[in-house]
Every structure is written in C-alpha cells, then in structure tokens.
C-alpha cells in the first residue's frame, strides 16, 4: 500500500490571509497524524507566504511520522534544514508569483546546483528527493547526482483539459515511474491529487508515496481534518 503524506500548507494559507494564530498547520498536522497520515509536508517558501520557521521547528518537535520539508535549494533554506534537520527533504522550484508550484525542477540547467544541494543535505543524513516532470532524462540526472528519491509531478495528469490529455499525461507518470524504479529511486507522486484523480493509479503498484494538500484541506473545511485524511487513505487502500 502506498504512504499518503498530508500537506498541511493551506492550512497556513488561512492563517496568514488575515493574520491571526489560527487556523494552526500544527494542530492539523497531529489531527493528520491520527487519522493515519504517514508524514506530513510543509513548503517553507522564501517569502513565507503560508507555513512560516516557527511552524517547521515546532512540527519538528511534535510530529511523530515523518516531517518532509519542502524546499528551494537556496544557501538560505539549506542552512535552516541542516539545523532542524527534517526526516526527508524535497527539492522543488520557486518562483514568487506563482500560486502554487507549477512545474518540476529542470536538472538539464540545474544540475550543478541540484547536486551541491543534495550533497550538503546528506552529509546531515538527511534523504532528499527532487520534484521533477515526468520525463525520462530527470530521472537520470536525479540518479547521477545522488538523489534518493524523485517526486513526480501529476500537475499536467490532474489540470488536463481533455480525456486524451489525461491519458497521455497518465501514462507519461507511468513510463516515469516504472524507469525509476529500475534506476532503484523511490517514487513519490504530487500535486493536484484529489479524492476522484488518484484513483487512476488503481492496480499500478508504482508509487511509494502520495503527497495531497489541497484537495484534503478542503475536504476537511467541511468534514473536520481527521475525516478527510482517513477518507484519503479508505481510498488510497482500495488502489
């Protein structure tokens, strides 16, 4: 059965619209925990738009799965996972004006960068993965430059507008997927995955892990946090 790591962002996302204490990405983080989550995610961006450095030190203290911190391979957010030092790192672009990641890290044009990153990271023994596309030659280049794992971006899969898009951009995440499971990467899948688009992996037996924010957060507006994520993980079970 696949891992489901539970984003807690947009909890922030609240938060910060209005500047109070709460809604807290702590408290729905642990209410995450206990309806069965297998680590929780957190984006520390540079502008600190959601999730703020005071939210991942305490997340450090107080959860007891995984912490996966999300990250730009900036000096900056290397020195402060390297103090904190998180379960597991997931490299990924930034970019200030966009709303949400909109697209994986290009190791074509970044790879020196990417690397150092990774270096720095592991010597604090800490596993790294790269959020990259479902393209073939970023899987290698992840590989080469010591990654552990790769992320693999189902943005294009889950925002298609047509079916044949999305059977194409499916089947890209599948060709992906299996590559770098030879090349001995673990596969984690993200971004754009709600209750409806994830059942498309049913039966593939390819991704290790699932990271959902978005589509689980809203959930939970309605239902209450702890529903949502179990409500996920009945469906991630039946996959």
């Excluded at 390819?206 to 924010?213: H, M, N, Q, R, Y």
Aim: contains cysteine.
């Amino acid at each position: 059965m696949s891992n489901l790591a539970v984003n807690v962002d947009h909890v922030a996302t609240l938060r910060e619209a209005r500047k109070t204490s709460y809604p807290d990405p702590v408290t729905a983080a642990m209410l995450a925990e206990l309806a069965g989550a297998d680590g929780i995610v957190v984006h520390l961006r540079e502008d600190a738009r959601h999730i703020q450095k005071r939210d991942v030190r305490i997340l450090r203290d107080m959860v007891q799965t995984r912490l996966i911190l999300e990250m730009a391979a900036t000096d900056q957010m290397l020195k402060f996972a390297m103090d904190i030092i998180p379960d597991f790192v997931t490299l990924v672009p930034e970019k200030r004006e966009e709303l949400t990641t909109e697209e994986g890290l290009n190791l074509i044009f970044n790879k020196d960068k990417i690397k150092y990153a990774i270096e720095n990271l592991k010597s604090a023994a800490i596993p790294v993965s790269i959020f990259i596309d479902a393209e073939k030659d970023q899987v290698e280049i992840a590989k080469e430059i010591g990654a552990d794992a790769i992320e693999i971006h189902t943005g294009r899969f889950c925002d298609a507008e047509s079916e044949e898009d999305a059977i194409d951009a499916f089947q890209k995440v599948m060709d992906v997927a299996t590559y770098a499971k030879k090349l001995k990467l673990s596969v984690n899948a993200g971004h754009g995955l709600c209750y409806k688009s994830i059942k498309a992996f049913k039966g593939k037996n390819l991704i290790d892990e699932f990271s959902i924010g978005h589509s689980i957060i809203s959930r939970a507006v309605l239902v209450g946090m702890e529903k949502a994520v179990s409500e996920m993980k009945e469906v991630i079970k039946e996959l």
